[in-house]
Every structure is written in structure tokens, then in C-alpha cells.
């Protein structure tokens, strides 16, 4: 079947605009996370969504980030005033449940300029 | 806190070596589990094995085995008769029960096999 899906591939801004980020889950999995991961780096924890609500978002580095999942399907992470430290390649994934084996996307590489 | 710590950075190895990639772990809970990931070049991760707190057996797919132990709080991996395909980033991560299920991933290490 297919798996974990996110669109753009790539996006290039410059600093002080508004991107939105796009994720599509494995069908069937109630369970989302978006991670963030720099060069080098493993990805970080920025928030994880249970069905509709977001369960946990305390790897939001800040109040310029925010992310949806309104009908507990697609969910788009939104960053509002982008800055330069914002670049990195941001990665969704999705699981059957909190303690199932995560599945993750191929990734948006954000580059703000 | 929750950590993982990769030690190793970068190994490289000639191809049909036997590789063994480092993972301790720290946490305080009693229930978490553990996996690991590949990261090839193409930049998608690839999930390899879960394994929880309670289960120590040692685990072997094909070419790849896994040696939990608590003791040491490390959870290692084998690749044996490595091929070049084998060349990625591998990541080991942790995921504890009283955090939501976010996954807390070590540094990475960069595996290079050479023919």
C-alpha cells in the first residue's frame, strides 16, 4: 500500500513569509508526528496528533509554528515569519497506535533564505 | 531524561566485513522501547526493528541482528557480510510510555561500505 506521503518536496522561501507543509498518513493510522532534522542531525520531536487533537506539541520551538489535522487524516504543519533557523528538512510519520513502529515520510527540505 | 547516545560518528568497512553499530539509551520508566532506523542516501527513513523493554532476546534477520541488554543499557547492531548497499545513516531511537510516543533518535552514524 502506500506509504507516508508529504508535499513539497522541496520549498524555497524568503525570510519573513508564511509556508504550509503537507502530510498525508498510511490510511488507517490514527497516530502523526512531524520532526524537524538538520544537517547532521537525528530528527527532533515537534508534535504528535491523535486522531484530530494534537496529544502532545511540546517540540514546538516557538509560537510562529503551528500544525493541524482537522479531520484526523492530512494534517499541514504552518510556520508563520519564516527565518533563516528555520531551514532543515522537516519529516512526518505515521503509526497505528503511540507505542507502534512509526513509518515516515520522504520529507520537506525547507530553505529559507 | 530521555536520551540516546551514538558514540560512533562515521565507521567505514570494506564490503563482506562484519559491522557493528553502538546505541546506549537512557531513561528512568520501566516500559519503552527501542528501534533503529536506516537513512540511505535518498533521505527517507527506513524503520528496521521495535523492540520492547521487556523482551531481551537477541533478534536476527538475515544479515541484520540486534543485541538488547538492559544491563548496559545498550541495544547494538550487527550487519554481517556487509554489502554496499548497506551505506546510510543509522539511526537508533527511543520511545518511552510517559511521553506521548514521541521517538527521541540518537545522533546517527554514517556507514560507508566500500567495494
Known amino acids: 500500500g502506500a506509504g507516508v506521503s508529504q508535499t513539497p518536496s522541496n520549498k524555497v522561501t524568503e525570510k519573513g513569509k508564511y509556508v504550509e507543509l503537507r502530510c498525508d498518513p498510511i490510511s488507517g493510522h490514527t497516530a502523526l508526528y512531524w520532526y524537524r532534522q538538520s544537517l547532521g542531525q537525528g530528527p527532533e520531536f515537534l508534535i504528535y496528533f491523535q486522531g484530530t487533537g494534537a496529544a502532545d506539541d511540546s517540540g514546538l520551538p516557538n509560537d510562529r509554528f503551528f500544525a493541524v489535522r482537522p479531520e484526523g487524516s492530512v494534517s499541514t504543519l504552518k510556520i508563520q515569519r519564516t527565518e533563516r533557523g528555520d531551514s532543515a528538512v522537516y519529516l512526518c510519520?505515521?503509526?497505528?497506535?503511540?507505542?507502534?513502529?512509526?513509518?515516515f515520510g520522504p520529507g520537506t527540505r525547507l530553505t529559507v533564505l | 531524561a530521555q536520551k540516546v547516545t551514538q558514540a560512533q560518528t562515521e565507521i567505514s568497512v570494506v564490503e563482506k566485513e562484519d559491522v557493528t553499530l553502538d546505541c546506549v539509551y537512557e531513561?528512568?520508566?520501566?516500559?519503552?522501547?527501542l528501534f533503529w532506523y536506516k537513512q540511505p542516501p535518498s533521505g527517507e527513513l527506513v524503520f528496521l526493528i521495535r523492540?520492547?523493554?521487556?523482551?531481551?532476546q537477541n533478534e536476527i534477520s538475515g544479515r541484520y541482528s540486534w543485541n538488547f541488554q538492559k544491563s548496559t543499557s545498550s541495544f547494538n547492531f550487527t550487519i554481517t557480510a556487509s554489502q554496499v548497499v548497506d551505506s546510510a545513516v543509522y539511526f537508533c531511537a527511543l520511545l518511552y510510555t510517559g511521553a506521548n510516543s514521541k521517538l527521541t533518535f540518537g545522533k546517527g552514524i554514517t556507514l560507508s561500505v566500500r567495494p
Open positions: 510519520a505515521s503509526s497505528l497506535g503511540p507505542i507502534n513502529e512509526q513509518f
Open positions: 531513561t528512568r520508566d520501566t516500559t519503552y522501547y
Open positions: 523492540r520492547n523493554s521487556f523482551d531481551e
